[in-house]
């Protein structure tokens, strides 16, 4: 008898490097925006380390008009084009701001940081492929 074997992944190593480098695209947005904001006096706070990370957006920044941004940060050590996903949450915030909401997708080319920006309507419309479903067998008693 021929014995399939399949992978085994180490989902423990895994996330411990997306958080890692979850945390670089956090610190290399925040030094982004800061810079930004040196023409109108205002700084971007990360308010995942700050007021945790279930508010659906990682740093509250400021818009050269002085109104309220908020950024979810999203980042990959691959290509711009690597799929990544948004929790519910996440798309309720978009929903909840709007325009005011943005995406800030980091990637590595060449080794260094790049970012790509998604707001508002456009991130309602990149969320066409739903990846899970909550299944919730007490709801259906």
């Given at each position: 008898?021929?014995?399939?074997?399949?992978?085994?992944?180490?989902?423990?190593?895994?996330?411990?490097e997306k958080a890692?480098?979850?945390?670089?695209?956090?610190?290399?947005?925040?030094q982004h925006e800061?810079?930004?904001?040196?023409?109108i006096g205002k700084k971007a706070e990360l308010v995942s380390k700050t007021k945790g990370d279930g508010l659906g957006?990682?740093?509250?920044s400021?818009?050269?008009?002085?109104?309220?941004?908020?950024?979810?940060v999203k980042s990959t050590n691959s290509s711009e084009r690597t799929t990544?996903?948004?929790?519910?949450?996440?798309?309720?915030a978009c929903k909840k701001y709007g325009e005011a909401y943005y995406i800030y997708r980091l990637?590595?080319?060449?080794?260094?940081?790049q970012i790509s920006y998604y707001q508002g309507k456009e991130v309602e419309a990149l969320c066409n492929c739903p990846y899970q479903y909550a299944v919730a067998p007490e709801s259906q008693k």
């Open positions: 008898a021929v014995l399939e074997k399949g992978n085994t992944t180490d989902y423990e190593k895994a996330q411990k890692k480098i979850g945390l670089l695209g956090e610190e290399v947005v925040i800061n810079e930004r904001l040196l023409k957006y990682d740093v509250l400021y818009n050269d008009d002085g109104s309220k941004r908020y950024i979810e990544f996903y948004i929790t519910a949450t996440e798309l309720a990637y590595k080319e060449n080794g260094e940081w």
